[in-house]
């Protein structure tokens, strides 16, 4: 129920007539005035739909219908004056003179107003009663022939109408109180009317009653009996607002949390259907057409109907709704049983790769056998492949060739550093924050369940107290299970068996053994200098030169000066750092375009150093001069790198001194060869009581360096015996093998690398145990060109090779 009050001033949501509450005060002089006031007897007749205008009020009216309009305009330019007479029913759109009331109010024009909707807003005062007699004029508005009316006065020295005002004056306010829509300024209002017609009237126009109601009270002629039925309509009021208080405060105490909330929802629920419908049953349907779609087996489809039905009967203010739904979003994208068509034209395929990639022939080979199995089984359990080898020799980059020439999605994860197994598996979703593993949301982005998936450093999982990553990565990788692999946010198996995952990694040794064994290792070994010189000039140059905004024509480089560039500018396998610096001459050159500056088009040789910088030689063989002194090859995460054995001789009771930042299984190695000597002292000609009269002191310089593994064995042998027979080690000579106490040189891992590292120092002569000569078969002849192997199987062999007949000093005597 509305109050006494209309908190509105000026309505202006209808085209029609309708007023609002306006607070006016008037002297008792102006009542007189008034009241004595004259006015034609025929005036333009202005109906009004919602309510009654009474004598003294000022209220604001909004004018809408066209005759409307018309007679306030004639009036507004005329004498300002009206006759405001309300209608029997408001519904009718262009009343007649028997659809009005008899009795009206004269009212005078005080200001117009033009709305930006099209309409006017008049605001008028109510001056006088009259009796409408008869419609003189209909079009194009009504004037009718008026009678005024007699105002009562109040009567003098009556104490019942004295009550009856303060009454009226006393429930008035106590309304305005206790109703929290009625504006407190209104209180000042009430008190501040003095006249008792002017009150009886006022409260008239603004008390809470119908049109009818209202009418009445300005057909009444009677001052005390208008004021007795204002007072009565007051105390029904009054009474009204005091039980709907009551009833208020105690359903306030009575309502709990729970029925508050369900109050509120009912409330926004309807709300909601007013504006179109429940969004959460949008979201329901919108879930089931989406659901329709997709291609995934019965057990989903059941699974997921469930799980629907959970989120229809869930509080959408809920928390666990929000968890609900995104968990069904998640089943909704993700791409079951959808498969992007392969492309298995094998030439176009090994086009793409020749393209993207110089060299790595093995990876090439491997890659286009599987394309062709496929092409002929149709079918088949994508394998799990592993590139293994140095930084920067593009083992990431092939994954996106491969995915190219099969025309698949790509998808990169990059593993380094993971410590928590959810990372692989998924949350629970059992609380707020929870996501399915990375896995599973790559799959959801590539947006089909046959991607070429990338596992980028997987030897860099680490494990910690959440658990083992690297143990929740041997169901993903398994060809015999990852059919079925359970996410623990999803909640179901999926199939991942035709995911083609190609792993990455520097260093086998940091794979547990169970995940290794999963996959099928391609060593993808580092680069020579012929390989890098054709690789900077197809694919690094052209892509800097492109991302330096400078033309073709712009730059260019010898061969010479990207031979010295990667010999003595970078240290590696990959070609990573050759990029950098091949920027940095890029760079160089946008300066000087942008700068002004006169410039050769070829960068030489020696412009390197203007540029660059002075670079670093690489590492050369040093010399045979001193005996004890022999090079070695080592593997590296950089690549293959040549290192030289020292050893020195003191007198001494036979202790073994090893310094240069040795692993265990290094200085295992040169425990070995020492002992393998002092058994053996005839195979190089010394007396056996020599070694305990000497301290040996072997060092591997760069100390800052950490080394380690078994592959410095031979090497540490022969600079011993070269050492206590000090019988010259053969010139230009490197070697590398694992050595056992019985003398059988062992096969070693790196080759590739290190016999690159070897041409790289101008070495001529590798030893390397016979059983690696398989690994030397695999390269390139022209990468061999300048070499010559000897394979051995025993350390004897080794000795006769490696030592010369040529002193340095005399042997080592036991004296």
């Given at each position: ?5 209309d ?5 202006l ?5 309708s007023d ?10 102006e ?31 909004t ?5 409307s ?17 309300s209608?029997?029913?408001p ?27 099209g309409?006017?807003t ?35 020295n009556s104490?019942?109408?004295?009550a ?16 929290p ?14 006249s008792?017609?002017f ?6 126009s ?5 049109v ?13 009996k208008?004021?007795m ?7 029904i ?20 949390k729970?029925?508050?909330e369900?109050f ?10 007013e ?11 919108k879930m089931?057409?989406r659901a ?7 057990k ?14 869930s ?6 709704y929000?968890v ?6 998640l089943?909704?994208?993700?791409p ?10 094998l030439?176009?395929a ?17 890659i ?20 293994y ?5 593009g ?10 020439a099969?025309?698949?999605?790509y998808?990169?994860?990059s ?29 959801k982005?590539?947006g089909t ?10 030897d ?6 959440q ?7 041997l ?6 299970q ?13 199939d ?6 190609i ?10 053994g169970?995940?290794?064994d ?7 070994s580092?680069y020579?200098?012929?390989?890098k ?7 690094l140059l052209p892509?800097?030169?492109?991302e330096?905004?400078?033309k ?7 061969k010479?000066?990207?031979e ?7 240290h ?6 050759l990029d ?11 300066r ?49 790198d ?27 190695s ?11 002292p ?10 305990n ?7 591997v310089?760069e ?9 410095a064995g ?6 011993l ?5 000090q019988?010259k ?8 093998g ?9 096969p ?7 016999i690159?590292?070897?041409k790289r120092?101008?070495?001529k ?34 000795l006769?090779i490696?030592?010369?007949k040529?002193k ?7 004296n």
């Open positions: 129920m509305n109050d006494i009050f908190k509105s001033i000026i309505s949501g209808s085209p029609d007539d609002a509450e306006f607070i006016p005060l008037i002297t008792q002089e009542e007189d005035d008034m009241h004595n006031a004259k006015f034609p007897s025929d005036i333009p007749i202005l109906p009004l739909r919602n309510n009654v205008l009474f004598p003294g009020v000022v209220i604001p009216i004018v809408g219908r066209d005759k309009i018309d007679l306030i305009k004639h009036a507004n330019n005329s004498d300002k004056v009206v006759g405001v007479v209608q029997k029913n519904e009718i759109e262009d009343p007649e003179g028997k659809d009005l009331h008899s009795i009206g109010t004269v009212a005078t024009i005080l200001r117009m107003l033009k709305m930006p909707d309409t006017s008049v605001i008028i005062q109510g001056k006088r009663r009259f009796e409408l007699e008869k419609i003189t004029q209909e079009k194009p508005f009504l004037r009718g022939e008026i009678k005024l009316c007699k105002e009562a006065k109040a009567p003098k104490k019942e109408f004295t009856i005002i303060q009454s009226m004056k006393e429930l008035s306010l106590k309304i305005i109180k206790e109703s829509s009625i504006p407190s300024e209104a209180q000042f209002a009430i008190k501040n009317i003095d008792p017609s009150l009886i009237n006022f409260i008239s603004n008390m809470n009653a119908d009818a109601t209202k009418q009445k009270m300005l057909d009444e002629m009677d001052l005390k208008r004021a039925s204002v007072l009565q309509h007051l105390t009021e009054a009474q009204q607002l005091e039980m709907r208080n009551e009833i208020q405060t105690r359903v306030k105490v009575d309502l709990d729970q029925q508050r369900y509120l929802n009912q409330q926004i629920k309807t709300i909601q259907e504006l179109g419908g429940n969004p959460q049953e949008q979201d329901v349907e089931r057409e329709a779609k997709k291609k995934w087996s019965k989903v489809a059941e699974m997921f109907d469930k799980e629907l039905n959970r989120l229809q009967r509080n959408p203010q809920g928390a666990e929000t609900q739904l995104n968990y069904l979003d089943l909704l994208d993700l079951w049983d959808e498969y992007t068509v392969d492309n298995l034209d030439k176009r090994e086009k793409v790769l020749e393209r993207d990639h110089y060299g790595l022939e093995k990876v090439k080979k491997r286009l056998e599987y394309l062709a199995v496929l092409k002929l089984k149709k079918d088949m359990k994508s394998p799990i492949l592993c590139f080898g140095p930084p920067g020799v083992k990431t980059s092939l994954g996106k060739s491969v995915a190219e099969l025309g698949r999605k998808v990169r994860m593993l380094g550093g993971i410590r928590d197994e959810s990372e692989i598996r998924g949350h629970r979703k059992t609380y707020i924050g929870a996501m399915p593993g990375r896995v599973i949301q790559n799959l982005k590539a369940s046959n991607p070429v998936f990338v596992l980028d450093e997987i860099k999982i680490s494990r910690s107290n658990g083992d990553p690297s143990s929740a990565m169901e993903v990788l398994d060809p015999e990852n059919n079925e692999f359970y996410d623990n946010y999803v909640e179901t198996e999926y991942l068996s035709k995911v083609l995952f792993a990455t990694a520097n260093d086998l040794s940091t794979i547990q169970p995940l290794r999963r996959m099928e290792l391609i060593e993808v580092g020579t200098v012929e390989e010189i054709e690789i900077a000039k197809r694919h892509n800097q030169i492109k330096h905004g400078i073709k024509s712009d730059i260019s480089i010898s010479s000066t990207l010295k560039l990667i010999e003595e500018y970078t590696e396998s990959g070609v990573r750092g950098k610096v091949v920027a940095k001459l890029v760079r160089n050159r946008a000087q375009i942008a700068m002004e500056e006169e410039f050769k088009k070829t960068i030489s040789a020696d412009d390197l150093v203007k540029i660059m910088g002075p670079g670093r030689p690489k590492t050369k063989y040093a010399n045979n001069d001193v005996a004890g002194v022999v090079t070695g090859l080592a593997w590296t995460s950089m690549g293959g040549i290192l030289f054995i020292e050893s020195s001789l003191a007198k001494g009771k036979g202790k073994l001194t090893l310094t240069g930042n040795l692993g265990d299984v290094m200085k295992e040169a425990t070995i060869a020492l002992q393998f000597l002092k058994a053996h005839d195979w190089i000609g010394v007396e056996a009581d020599v070694f009269n000497y301290d040996v002191h072997m060092h310089p100390g800052a360096t950490p080394k380690d593994g078994p592959s031979i090497t540490m042998l022969t600079s015996a070269s050492l206590f027979t019988r080690v053969k010139k230009n000579l490197a070697m590398t694992e050595i056992t106490l019985r003398g059988d040189v062992l070693v891992g790196g080759i590739k690398e290190k690159l590292a070897a120092a101008d070495i002569e590798i030893i390397l145990s016979d059983k690696n000569k398989q690994d030397v078969e695999e390269i390139k002849e022209e990468y061999l060109n300048g070499l010559t192997f000897h394979y051995v199987s025993h350390m004897k062999e080794v006769d490696a030592l010369t040529v340095v000093l005399d042997a080592v005597s036991v």
